[in-house]
């Protein structure tokens, strides 16, 4: 037996040691698509709005009131050169916002036309949620908010319904906030 000879036999019997002591692959665990949103709480209730429709979340600025709007039209904050208008979604909705004001955050939204921040009572970050548990039934929520809910996903005992930003910024209601 030559030098190469022997040289690759015990390449041949390294390689075959290899494979005998080799561990599988894991497992591959079942991949289940994800929904992912913004979520907060608002008079009492969790929602999640979708990731598109929410462009950041501040904590409240300080700002300056307006003379001539309605009451939910808290006024204009100053964010990084913009004017930002700011409106309390729980006079907006006919109640009022809960927890303490260091909680409350701004979620702000941003389209073509329009340029928002809507005050909510907490924020909780990015939410995720198996798409397959998507329910067209709301959860429990009140009245006023029905119209800009289109859903919900339950977590464990929570129910995270989902808040649509755009619905609400298409609400002739919403997008006249001066004082009749």
Do not use: C
Request: glycine residues 10%.
């Amino acid at each position: 037996m030559s030098v190469a000879e022997s040289a690759f036999e015990a390449l041949l019997n390294l390689s075959r040691q290899s494979r005998a002591a080799a561990k599988g692959l894991p497992a591959q665990a079942d991949i289940r698509p994800q929904w992912s949103g913004i979520g907060f709480s608002l008079m009492g209730s969790l929602f999640v709005a979708p990731m598109g429709e929410v462009s950041e979340m501040l904590e409240v600025p300080s700002y300056t009131h307006l003379p001539g709007v309605q009451p939910w039209v808290k006024g204009v904050a100053n964010v990084r050169g913009r004017l930002l208008p700011l409106f309390d979604m729980g006079v907006f909705f006919g109640d009022r916002l809960g927890g303490s004001r260091k909680q409350r955050r701004i979620l702000i939204l941003e389209t073509e036309d329009l340029y928002t921040g809507l005050i909510v009572d907490q924020v909780f970050g990015m939410q995720h949620f198996p798409m397959d548990e998507y329910s067209y039934q709301s959860g429990k929520v009140a009245e006023s908010l029905q119209p800009f809910v289109t859903g919900s996903y339950s977590q464990g005992s929570e129910v995270w319904s989902v808040f649509r930003p755009s619905l609400l910024a298409n609400d002739a209601r919403f997008t006249n906030a001066a004082k009749s």
